[in-house]
């Protein structure tokens, strides 16, 4: 009794299954995605204007500013309210 279960899977294992169909990338006939360097991708396109380009700037530094300060250590609770009030926009 306690082989019946590990043959029913093995013979279930075996048998075909014609609902199922093959893998969903062997049916895909699209080309690969390009690579690209990480430059060209982080680099301002020409589709985006001066202006958004410059406010994303803007707050890239105004987040690496801000991991900065978290980045800091406080060993005494007024350390601690000091970068807390850093923090605050």
Same mark, same amino acid.
């Given at each position: 009794? =306690?082989? %019946?279960?590990?043959?029913?899977?093995?013979? $279930?294992?075996? #048998? +075909?299954?014609?609902?199922? #169909? #093959? /893998? @969903?990338? $062997? *049916?895909?006939?699209? @080309?690969?995605?390009?690579?690209?360097?990480?430059d060209q991708i982080s !680099? /301002? &396109?020409? +589709?985006? #204007?001066?202006? +958004?380009? *410059?406010? %994303?700037?803007?707050? !890239?530094?105004?987040?690496?500013?801000?991991?900065?300060?978290l980045r800091r250590s406080? &060993?005494?609770?007024? +350390?601690m309210e000091a970068l *807390?009030?850093?923090? =605050?926009?």
């Amino acid at each position: 009794m =306690r082989y %019946l279960v590990p043959i029913l899977l093995v013979l $279930t294992a075996c #048998g +075909e299954w014609p609902d199922a #169909g #093959g /893998p @969903p990338l $062997t *049916r895909d006939t699209r @080309p690969w995605p390009e690579l690209v360097p990480i430059d060209q991708i982080s !680099a /301002p &396109s020409l +589709e985006v #204007g001066n202006a +958004e380009a *410059r406010r %994303l700037a803007s707050r !890239a530094a105004a987040l690496r500013a801000r991991a900065a300060i978290l980045r800091r250590s406080a &060993s005494t609770q007024a +350390e601690m309210e000091a970068l *807390r009030a850093r923090l =605050r926009p």
